[in-house]
């Protein structure tokens, strides 16, 4: 498993805060998932910005990154998979080289966002419904792309299939929404952050 894994993210998400940017943060979340490509396009420019802006995600992403979108929870092809459309937005916009969708799930799991807190999948839950085609790309660095973080479970499971696959190439992660679920309401609907999720007494732990 993998030990330590650099994340960054743009936009954060208050599941329970009250006011006026907590429920804008939940519009946002919910348009997310929506996966329309016009909002994808919209928000992939915001990161850009960002990247080109912010000292925060300054130098996080690289002309030489394959972007590899997180699945989703489903084994199911239907729907959409707003991971894989965020990635190749991002790509759109310069962001990385290409949008590789090499990683794949060959079996569902709960959604955390749907799932009582003890019965949320573990790392391991994740790690083992995960399956990596065998690549045809060598990438100097590998960067996963999710919509949402919460804990960092799903991408550092993630990180850990990645690393079989790559294991020469530099991995870390961005989520376009991180999940704001222990704090009162948040008062920035963009606060670009970027930090790390550990491997801790057997769970995820990110920080921030």
């Keep these: 498993m993998i030990r330590r894994l650099a994340y960054a993210s743009c936009y954060v998400y208050s599941p329970a805060g009250k ?3 907590c429920e804008r943060s939940r519009l946002l979340r919910a348009l997310l ?3 329309d490509a ?3 396009l919209k928000y992939a420019v915001r990161v850009h910005q960002q990247a080109e802006r912010s000292p925060q995600l300054a130098g996080f992403f690289r002309d030489t990154d394959v972007l590899v979108p997180v699945p989703r929870s489903s084994t199911k092809a239907c729907g959409t998979w707003v991971a894989a459309d965020l990635a190749r937005a991002l790509v759109h916009e310069g962001l990385g080289t290409m949008a590789w969708p090499g990683l794949h799930r060959v079996c569902a799991v709960r959604k955390s966002s749907t799932a009582a807190r003890g019965a ?3 790392v391991s839950c994740h790690f083992e419904s995960f399956l990596m085609e065998r690549p045809s790309i060598d990438p100097e660095s590998v960067v996963l792309i999710d919509d949402v973080i919460t ?3 799903t991408l550092l499971a993630a990180a850990a299939r990645a690393r079989e696959a790559f294991p020469h190439a530099q991995i870390r992660a961005f989520a376009l929404l991180r999940t704001m679920g222990f704090t009162a309401g948040v008062e920035h609907l963009l606060d670009p952050c970027r930090g790390e999720i550990r491997w801790q007494a057997g769970d995820a732990r990110r920080t921030p």
Excluded: D, L, Q
Aim: aromatic share 6%; hydrophobic share 25%.
């Design 19 to 21: 006011g006026a940017i």
């Design 33 to 35: 998932k929506e996966g």
């Design 38 to 40: 016009h909002f994808m």
């Design 120 to 122: 949320r999948p573990t």
């Design 151 to 153: 804990k960092g479970r």
